[in-house]
């Protein structure tokens, strides 16, 4: 039995429907379907909208058409036979087809996440196959991999269930639909009409967009995880050799933090007697930057600065896994600042940013950082008015995020301290959507109370630390850096090592904080968002209103948050162009390379 799933047409994106429309011959303007869309929710002003249009290549008459919500019955019958014959599709009809066939119970750690079973079943079952096929000597197929894979999946996707779920929870409820004398029984029967297949498929009838969203993120997933198998087995005698791996391959930590690349992110490797770190990129500049700290270190032995051993190829990386190793007693912690000044001066020399709390550990008296991608940052500029863009801001130290600012206050109430310094755990930090009557049949969202957990960045446990004790060591370090930096730098030796070591790195630009893409993806995780891939091309568009000199950078921004991933840009230390993971490449807003500001 193959499956037809109803409402696919309103799953494509605008590019696949203009691709359809194309290569017809009948396009004339729809002037009402434009003007319905140039009016409802837009924010970017015609010009705008008309330099996206070319950006993009597309002709207004066919654009006119790709966004009309009246659809003809021939748009109707394109648009299924496209969906119905891609990957995203196939996958999700097999999904059912197997889960018709063998249903089973996962151990999921929310109720409402059953809805995910025929998903997440096909997806074990794919990569159950694929390592059957495999000799994958050092993978340990009993131990907890896939348990932890379900689990990761689970966390990635909740977030765009659950508002669906709790508007149908209430929906029926009013209706008098959910049977039980009491809220509580009332819920249990509603998480039960998922035992049936009927109910899950009516279900992603009605938000087909969700459909398209859970398949195609699990294929992408399957595609990563292949390729980090993959990579291991190729990289296997080189991380014996380098990092002492041992054992088998027993369980993977996936990261909590945001995906980049088509659904990548950063994940733990657990094997029997070690741990290490992947990372889904290019890492090269961390060998770059130790080879450098080692120079600086064997001039002045005070001069300690610890970066993560790492095994690095051309689009992965391995890391040394840094525990968390708090001091045990204070008495140590002029000693930690001593060393958090030297990184502050160190960082700060090599025009770092975004080092908040969670891009580093304490381990000891060391500060560790565990992400150098935004090293060798440059100022935007503005080739329109010849202005580098925050250009005084970006000069000043607490343009690193190691020390504190005045955190981030938004009107959702949200007032924490994110430097590396700080940033320890606040109860009721902030304002934010909280769950209420839960396990009930009155379920629902509302303004609550939010915990800011905190990192493992600081160097006690309880992290009651009074810093102010401890400004003069943090400063020491950083004069004791700098001036030993500024002396090196008159040597015609170390400027030949910078040089050596810094041509050619791959750093990661930043445009906008992950915050403001974040709370983009977040509101497109609204119920009315998966019924009509259209209000969702809508709200991305939005983007366009924040201009750049380069407008092919909003176009990527919005490429990119398609697939639901936070946007990421790249350049090279040795070019003046930024680059993205579709293989675009831009012309860059710096005035500068990375490169020549430390060899001219």
Request: net charge negative; charged share 30%; glycine share 4%.
């Amino acid at each position: 039995m193959k499956y037809k799933f109803k409402n696919v047409h309103k799953t494509l994106f605008i590019k696949e429907r203009y691709q359809i429309l194309s290569e017809r011959n009948d396009n004339s303007l729809n002037n009402f379907s434009l003007n319905n869309w140039r009016s409802t929710m837009s924010i970017i002003s015609e010009k705008t909208f008309e330099e996206m249009l070319k950006l993009n290549n597309y002709n207004k008459k066919i654009f006119s058409n790709t966004v009309n919500y009246d659809y003809t019955e021939e748009q109707i019958r394109l648009y299924s036979e496209y969906a119905e014959n891609s990957e995203w599709y196939k996958f999700a009809e097999g999904s059912f087809e197997i889960f018709r066939k063998h249903p089973q119970r996962i151990n999921f750690k929310k109720d409402f996440s059953r809805i995910l079973e025929p998903f997440i079943i096909n997806l074990l079952k794919l990569i159950n196959n694929y390592l059957e096929n495999k000799e994958y000597e050092w993978v340990d197929k009993n131990g907890n991999i896939f348990s932890s894979l379900v689990f990761y999946l689970e966390d990635l996707i909740y977030p765009w269930i659950v508002k669906p779920l709790v508007l149908e929870i209430n929906s029926l409820r009013e209706k008098g639909l959910l049977e039980g004398e009491s809220e509580q029984q009332r819920y249990k029967y509603f998480i039960t009409l998922f035992d049936k297949e009927e109910n899950i498929l009516n279900f992603y009838n009605k938000y087909p967009v969700l459909l398209r969203q859970i398949s195609e993120s699990c294929l992408r997933f399957y595609t990563y995880f292949i390729e980090i198998l993959s990579n291991l087995e190729n990289d296997f005698s080189v991380l014996e050799e380098e990092l002492g791996l041992r054992g088998k391959l027993n369980d993977i930590k996936f990261g909590k933090g945001d995906t980049h690349s088509q659904g990548k992110t950063v994940l733990i490797l657990f094997f029997d007697d070690a741990k290490i770190v992947y990372k889904p990129k290019n890492l090269i500049i961390n060998n770059s930057l130790n080879t450098i700290a080692e120079y600086i270190r064997k001039v002045d032995e005070k001069i300690r600065i610890r970066i993560p051993r790492t095994i690095a190829y051309s689009d992965h990386s391995y890391e040394e896994f840094i525990d968390y190793l708090p001091l045990e007693q204070k008495k140590k912690l002029p000693e930690y600042y001593y060393n958090f000044g030297v990184l502050l001066a160190f960082i700060y020399s090599f025009n770092g940013c975004d080092i908040h709390f969670e891009n580093l550990i304490s381990y000891g008296d060391m500060p560790v950082i565990i992400d150098f991608e935004t090293m060798l940052q440059q100022p935007l500029f503005d080739d329109k008015t010849g202005q580098s863009l925050l250009d005084t801001l970006f000069h000043r130290v607490t343009r690193t995020l190691l020390l504190p600012t005045e955190g981030v206050k938004r009107e959702d109430g949200l007032d924490v301290e994110l430097s590396a310094l700080t940033g320890s755990f606040k109860k009721d930090a902030f304002n934010g959507q909280v769950l209420i009557n839960l396990n009930t049949d009155k379920v629902k969202f509302d303004i609550g109370k939010i915990d800011f957990e905190g990192g493992k960045n600081l160097p006690i446990r309880d992290g009651d630390i009074e810093f102010d004790k401890y400004i003069k060591d943090c400063k020491k370090g950083f004069r004791d850096f700098y001036l030993i930096f500024e002396e090196l730098n008159k040597t015609e030796e170390f400027k030949m090592l910078l040089k050596a070591n810094l041509y050619g790195l791959k750093t990661r630009v930043l445009f906008r904080d992950t915050n403001s893409y974040a709370s983009v993806l977040s509101f497109l995780y609204h119920p009315d968002f998966y019924e009509e891939m259209l209000d969702r091309e809508k709200a991305l568009e939005n983007l366009w209103s924040n201009k750049f000199s380069n407008q092919g950078i909003v176009a990527s921004e919005c490429e990119q948050m398609r697939l639901l991933d936070i946007p990421i840009f790249y350049t090279d230390t040795n070019i003046n162009e930024i680059y993205d993971d579709f293989g675009n490449h831009f012309i860059s807003l710096h005035q500068f390379s990375g490169y020549e500001e430390y060899t001219c």
